[in-house]
């Protein structure tokens, strides 16, 4: 496994790579967020597991809240433009962190649509030469959601952040 980190595009994106795919694409998980703004909170756009790596998604997010944390403060917002499957994840949080809750998600992405988007951004991160994260990362940032999901008033503001290899 590999994750690695880019700032390309106005966002950050952060990118999971597990394996290969049974199509033989690259497996993992792209998540990717734009920083605050003008006094609106960050949103993270966009969430892609390929369907083995789904379970990861969730460490993914925890990294994510972190590395905003860390860099701005705050915790990103979700938004509408998740699928059927990341929807679920943004209503769950956003209510037990008091954010807007999305109703109904806006693109109609399947698990075909994360196949070709993880084989998309991991090439990208590979011209771009994006920073490699530490693999420890992905237990903290599962521990972090788990805490949330425990005890959401208890979101630490100040957390130490990542290292990179």
């Known amino acids: 496994m590999n994750l690695r980190h880019l700032f390309a595009y106005g966002e950050h994106h952060f990118l999971l790579e597990t394996g290969t795919t049974t199509f033989g694409t690259p497996g993992g998980v792209w998540c990717s967020y734009s920083p605050p703004k003008l006094g609106?909170?960050?949103?993270?756009?966009?969430?892609?597991?390929?369907?083995?790596?789904?379970?990861?998604?969730?460490?993914?997010?925890?990294?994510?809240?972190?590395?905003?944390?860390?860099?701005?403060?705050?915790?990103?917002?979700?938004?509408?433009?998740?699928?059927?499957?990341?929807?679920?994840?943004?209503?769950?949080?956003?209510?037990?962190?008091?954010?807007?809750?999305?109703?109904?998600?806006?693109?109609?992405?399947?698990?075909?649509?994360?196949?070709?988007?993880?084989?998309?951004?991991?090439?990208?991160?590979n011209a771009q030469k994006a920073r490699i994260l530490d693999l420890e990362l992905l237990r903290e940032g599962k521990s972090f959601v788990l805490n949330v999901l425990k005890n959401p008033n208890a979101v630490q503001m100040e957390l130490p952040f990542y290292q990179e290899v």
Not at 59 to 88: F, Q, T, W
């Open 40 to 125: 609106q909170p960050g949103v993270i756009n966009m969430l892609y597991a390929t369907k083995s790596s789904r379970i990861h998604a969730p460490a993914i997010l925890g990294v994510v809240a972190m590395h905003s944390i860390n860099k701005y403060g705050e915790l990103p917002i979700g938004s509408d433009n998740l699928s059927c499957h990341s929807i679920r994840i943004q209503r769950r949080l956003a209510k037990l962190l008091g954010q807007l809750s999305v109703d109904v998600p806006i693109n109609k992405e399947n698990w075909f649509s994360s196949l070709s988007n993880i084989d998309l951004w991991s090439s990208l991160f």
